[in-house]
């Protein structure tokens, strides 16, 4: 890796002084980096497309913005949690060094996590495109009033909910406020979507698994106040009347590993507050708990 870019989160306070000591690793090992802050992503286009690797320091909420800004350039993300959550991440500020040095070393894997691509479509006139790692959600607005949306799936109706939301999370979305509504955890690997109501009134209140290539359509009908939302990052007005189309993305969005993929549902039971280092569970075939 030649050319090695730092995504610094100006709001965390252990941020700044982290991607001082990761530059500083990085020069001593002869390797070019830049640092910069997630404020204006057009700016960060042309360094990103010239890096090999993007660092992101910060917690979920980073990793999904930069999600965002390595798509259109396959540039892999390696996340250091500096965070709440970190779910996303790879290493922690206390063993980045020895994860970086593997992955310096070529011991490293390229995990592909599926995008969606939503579009909000207002009397036959596209209004915005939107791409989302973790979730589109569709939700009422300030006002305790549900909505009301009709699903289709495949161009066939599915349902009607009347809720406070519908989400369509990515497996990666399983395991954020998909979860948090009661929808199914899926491991990465899978490239299933899922479809979750959020509090739903007289209408079908259990999650849907479609597959890959479905295309969900959801019309909004004698709604109140409505907003779309990809990835928790922005919210648009929604309509009476207006659909939104959301079918996966052509692009994927790819994470640098050094842990194994079954490493997931260690840090799946961890984020959840399930310890097991208690549990008298002995070392596998090759030698790992």
Known sequence: MNRIGILEQPRLPDSAPLARQVEAWLAARGIASWTAAPLDDEALDAPIDGSSLL??????????????????????????????????????PENWPQKLERLLGGDYWIERRLLLHAELWRGGQLIEPFTALNEVVIG??????????????????????????????????????????????LPPQLQNLVIVPVAAHLSLNRSLVLHEN??????????????????????????????????????????ARVESAGFFYRRLMGRLGFSWPHLNIGQNRDGRF
């Open 214 to 255: 479905a295309r969900i359509a959801i019309q909004v009908e004698r709604g109140y106040e409505a907003y779309l939302t990809a990835d928790g990052q922005k919210s648009t007005l929604v309509q009476d009347g207006d659909e939104i189309v959301i079918t996966r993305h052509e692009r994927t969005c790819s994470f």
């Open 55 to 92: 660092i992101v320091l910060g917690g979920d909420g980073s990793t999904l913005r930069a999600a965002r800004l390595t798509v259109p350039f396959g540039v892999p993300i390696f996340g250091i949690n500096v965070g709440r959550v970190g779910f996303l991440s790879e290493a922690t």
């Open 140 to 185: 009422r607005g300030a006002q305790a009033r549900v909505i009301q949306l009709h699903l289709r799936v495949d161009d066939d109706l599915v349902t009607t909910y009347i809720a406070d939301a519908l989400i369509v999370a990515t497996p990666t979305g399983s395991t954020a406020y998909a979860m948090a509504a009661g929808g199914p955890l």
